[in-house]
Every structure is written in structure tokens, then in C-alpha cells.
């Protein structure tokens, strides 16, 4: 069985906006949601520059209990889970006599396993922890809490797979839709932010130091950049077998046409072109197209030196003398790690459907390594047909998604 | 300032009845969002506020902070309604 998969529903909670809406006004805008947080260097970072997200008040939505056991990630996940529901027109009612499933990327529960571990030895007796402190900590926080919510019961588990986290559990749904074994799929990512879960990662120096200039720092593919930028918050897709949507007729944003994923089985941190051109090419062959279909890639590029001139060099070899635009919402975003490939398809959809590329902010000087390759510098009035998303991660985990506008 | 608990273990600890019952219906309204027409003596904490295991957790955690001591568990054995509790901790308070 092969079915075709296809997106009905968005919801989106980045410091790019707290909805669609806002969102795709910050994406045309070319609009930064960058900023510094104080208490980072305080506490021995050496950037404190972060994607700036406000926490969402859930009172009016669930009850204490439900509330207590969300870690931040999960509270940003369920701003975005029940934007998108709703866009797919999919109720309480529904969810109850229908089998639903969710994948959500998640790599880290920072926060929540370390405050709980400083209140151990505080208090010295586990049953002063809470009953919210177990479930705010595992890494599947996100998909117990929203199946729990939401009432699902479908497929139910995490994917951890470092920044490619949300982009293979789209791909996991997509390959369980199109197999006939889901119908209806709540696919996403989920990023905490705060201090605590990303010291470690501030530790390897891979942070931008501009820290004068916040909405300046962020410069993927830019020969002048000089780190990432740590960002977050929550992406949610309900996807869903096509025959299944137009039968309950509902919207159609797009259609996953592909998938490719790939690793690079080299160093832990090490970016490699081979292994993103690989997970590409499948990506581009599962769609059934060439790269000279593809108008636009929503590249990885987080703005590090490394990473950026090992997917130009990628990009290079199948893009370059091609029509495809590319650009790097990070450079607006930041780099919202285990969201990332979940929200950029979000981002990427968004564009589709309302006929523009958001801007690659910052790239003032391209480097060397992506002097080929066609980028969108401003905000560029495009119609889009297939777009191309790509996500690569600590370990080598590469991931590529392939979208078309329906 | 002296905490409850450093007072409780100095034993120069006393606390009203009606302010425990007090404290009692505080933090069942402010922290479990219970209806205050759900709190009266004889209600039963499972079955009529609907305190289930794991609000049983919390409650250990803001005893602690509220009364001073630490619950221990099989002790709730036989505690049913609001009432059954605030004997509970009166005894535990004021032994």
C-alpha cells in the first residue's frame, strides 16, 4: 500500500510569534526574534545571546494536573498542537472516536531533570520532588502529555535525533501514513529554553559572540559568522492520509512527497557534505523529482563556520547552475535544535501558501563555499511548487524532506 | 525567622484547629484549583474533591512546607474525608 500524505493543520510557538499569523508577518518581514538573556553570563556563559520565547499561560486550556506535568518544551508543543488541530478542523469530539497518533522530536529535558536533582539533594527525600517532576523529565515529556491531552491513540513515542529531532518524526509519519498504518498524524518538534539546557552547548564554543549586535548575529552562509544561536519552542503538523482529509474535508496546506535521512558514521560534531548530499538525493528520489525542480531549500545553516561550508559544499554539488532559492531561517530564528526540522517545514508551507521566500537576514558577504548557489538576500515574491527542507544533527544524523503546494 | 519544621522540632510548636482547617481549604482552592463549594468536613478527598494518587504526591510536598512534617504515607491509610485529614495533621501538628 502506498498512500500520499499530505499537511491539514499548523500551529506554530517561536520567538517568531505566538501563532501563524504573527509568524508568517516575521518571516516576510525578514524580522529577528534574536535577543540577549543577562543571567547567562552571570552564571559563566560566554554568549548570551537566545531566541527570545515567551512562556505561554496554559490556565485557561488545563487543569492543574495536566499543567504540572509539562516541561517547558511541552507547554510550547501544546500552544502549537492545538493551533494546528484546530486549522484542521479536527475537535474533542473527534479525537474521541478516532485513532490519532503523535511524533514529536525531543532531545532534552534540561530543565526539568536538573532542578529536580537540585531539590534531591535539598531535601534529601523523593517524596518532596512533586508528582509533575517524572513526566516534566523524560524525554518523551512532549508526546505523553499531548497524547494524554488530546486523547490519542495512535502511534505514540519521541524521536531524539539532536537538530534533526523534528524533521524525522515528519519523516516517521509520513512513511507510517503512506504505509497505511496511521491515518491521521500529529508530527512536530519541541525545543526547551532556557539557561540550564544548553550550558554544555554554550561550553563548546559553537555560540555567536556578537552579543552587541543580537539581530545581527545570526548570518548563515554570511563569511563573517561566528556561531549559532540557541532558540526553541514548540511546531506541530497534523498530517494525514490524502483520501482521509478530502473525505472529512479538510483543508490541504501541502504534500510530503519525500523523505531521505542518512548518517554520517564520522566525529560526533563533525559536519560532512557526502552524508547531507545523500540523505538529500534519497529525499529528492522518494519525491519523484530532479533538483532542477526545486524552488526553494530551506537550508540548515545555523550560522556556525563549519556546518554552513559543508552544506554549501552539498548544496553545491546538487544545486548549483539550478533554479532552486535558498535561504536559512535561522538567520531569524536562531537555531531551535530539536523544533528546527519540524518548525522550518512549518516556516516552508507558510511561504508556500502565501507566495513569497523569507530572507537569509545577514548574509551581507556570501562565504567563499556558497559563492554558486542562488540565496534570497530580501524577501522574494515567488510562487512555490517543491520545496526542499534540510536538517543535520550531532552523531551525523542528516534528514530531507521534499514539500509540494497543493 | 524560625520555619515550622525548625519549631515543630524545638517543640514549642502549636496550631490552632481553625487554622489548620484553613490553611487545609487555602491550598486546596489555590493549588488544586478545587471549587471552594467542594470543601466541607465531611466531603471524602477521592470521591467528592477528587484528589487522586498523584495529587497525594503534592500534598506531601506542600504539607511539608505548610505544617512543618513529613507524611508518611501509610499513615493516610484511614483518612477518607477532609475532616479525617485535618485530624491527621492536628495530630502530627499538635502531638
Known amino acids: 500500500m502506498s498512500r500520499r500524505v499530505v499537511i491539514t493543520g499548523m500551529g506554530i510557538w517561536s520567538c517568531l510569534g505566538g501563532n501563524k499569523a504573527e509568524v508568517t508577518e516575521s518571516l516576510r518581514a525578514g524580522k529577528s526574534g534574536i535577543g540577549v538573556d543577562p543571567v547567562r553570563k552571570e552564571i559563566g556563559f560566554h554568549s548570551t545571546l537566545t531566541g527570545i520565547v515567551p512562556r505561554p499561560d496554559l490556565k485557561p486550556y488545563l487543569d492543574r494536573r495536566m499543567r504540572n506535568s509539562m516541561a517547558d518544551e511541552t507547554e510550547y508543543a501544546f500552544m502549537a498542537a492545538r493551533e494546528a488541530f484546530e486549522q484542521s478542523g479536527i475537535d474533542n469530539d473527534y479525537l474521541l472516536e478516532n485513532e490519532v497518533g503523535i511524533l514529536f522530536g525531543n532531545d532534552s529535558t534540561g530543565k526539568a531533570v536538573v532542578e529536580t536533582s537540585k531539590r534531591m539533594e535539598e531535601m534529601k527525600d523523593s517524596f518532596l520532588l512533586g508528582a509533575g517532576a517524572i513526566f516534566q523529565s523524560m524525554n518523551s515529556t512532549v508526546t505523553m502529555n499531548l497524547s494524554t491531552i488530546f486523547h490519542l491513540r495512535g502511534v505514540n513515542f519521541t524521536i531524539s535525533a539532536a537538530c534533526s529531532s523534528g524533521a524525522h518524526s515528519v519523516g516517521m509519519a509520513y512513511l507510517l501514513i503512506k504505509q497505511g498504518l496511521q491515518d491521521v498524524i500529529l508530527a512536530g518538534g519541541a525545543q526547551e529554553v532556557n539557561p540550564i539546557s544548553m550550558a554544555s552547548f554554550d561550553g563548546l564554543n559553537a555560540f555567536s559572540k556578537r552579543m552587541d549586535e543580537p539581530t545581527k548575529a545570526s548570518r548563515p552562509f554570511d563569511k563573517n559568522r561566528d556561531g549559532l544561536i540557541p532558540s526553541g519552542g514548540g511546531a506541530a503538523l497534523v498530517m494525514e492520509d490524502y483520501d482521509h482529509a478530502v473525505a472529512r474535508g479538510a483543508t490541504i496546506l501541502a504534500e510530503v512527497i519525500g523523505y531521505g535521512f542518512s548518517s554520517n558514521g564520522l566525529a560526533i560534531s563533525q559536519p560532512a557534505p557526502e552524508g547531507s548530499v545523500r540523505a538529500m538525493v534519497r529525499a529528492l528520489n522518494d519525491a519523484g523529482v530532479a533538483a532542477d525542480d526545486v524552488d526553494y531549500i530551506n537550508a540548515h545553516a545555523t550560522s556556525t563556520p563549519l556546518g554552513d561550508k559543508a552544506e554549501a559544499e552539498a548544496l553545491t554539488d546538487l544545486f548549483a547552475g539550478k533554479k532552486a532559492i535558498i535561504s536559512s531561517t535561522k538567520s531569524m530564528t536562531g537555531h531551535e535544535c530539536w523544533m528546527a526540522g519540524a518548525s522550518e517545514i512549518v516556516y516552508s508551507v507558510l511561504m508556500m501558501k502565501n507566495h513569497f521566500i523569507a530572507p537569509n537576514i545577514n548574509l551581507e558577504e556570501v562565504d567563499e563555499a556558497a559563492k554558486d548557489l542562488n540565496f534570497a538576500r530580501t524577501t522574494m515574491d515567488k510562487k512555490l511548487d517543491i520545496v526542499l527542507s534540510n536538517s543535520f544533527g550531532f552523531g551525523g544524523t542528516n534528514c530531507a524532506i521534499v514539500l509540494r503546494n497543493i | ?95
Do not use: H, W
Not at chain 2, 26 to 43: H, N, Q, T, Y
Not at chain 2, 46 to 68: A, N, P, Q
Open chain 2, 1 to 95: 525567622m524560625q520555619s515550622y519544621y525548625e519549631i515543630y522540632n524545638n517543640k514549642q510548636f502549636y496550631m490552632e484547629r481553625v487554622e489548620i482547617d484553613q490553611k487545609v481549604k487555602d491550598f486546596l482552592v489555590s493549588e488544586f484549583e478545587i471549587d471552594e463549594s467542594a470543601i466541607k468536613p465531611e466531603a471524602r478527598l477521592r470521591e467528592d474533591i477528587g484528589i487522586d494518587s498523584l495529587d497525594f504526591v503534592d500534598i506531601i510536598v506542600i504539607v511539608d512546607r505548610t505544617f512543618g512534617f513529613r507524611i508518611v504515607p501509610e499513615e493516610l491509610k484511614n483518612v477518607v474525608t477532609l475532616e479525617d485529614f485535618c485530624n491527621y495533621i492536628d495530630k502530627k501538628v499538635n502531638k
